[in-house]
């Protein structure tokens, strides 16, 4: 998985934000640990955690 910014995740739309939050974390799951893949992931998780608060409910 490629690691999403919080300038990726701000161009983005809740529901998209919700998949890619799906994927972030079975990609960290799966990855190995102490790989980039599984670092990318879990900045990636931080950063999609991070749009989506800063959201109003329901966009």
Do not use: K, Q
Request: aromatic share 6%; no cysteine.
């Amino acid at each position: 998985m490629r690691l999403i910014t919080r300038f990726d995740a701000a161009s983005r739309s809740t529901a998209e934000l919700h998949a890619l939050l799906r994927e972030a974390f079975n990609a960290f799951a799966y990855a190995p640990r102490g790989s980039i893949e599984r670092s990318n992931a879990l900045a990636s998780l931080h950063n999609i955690e991070a749009e989506l608060a800063v959201r109003p409910p329901g966009l």
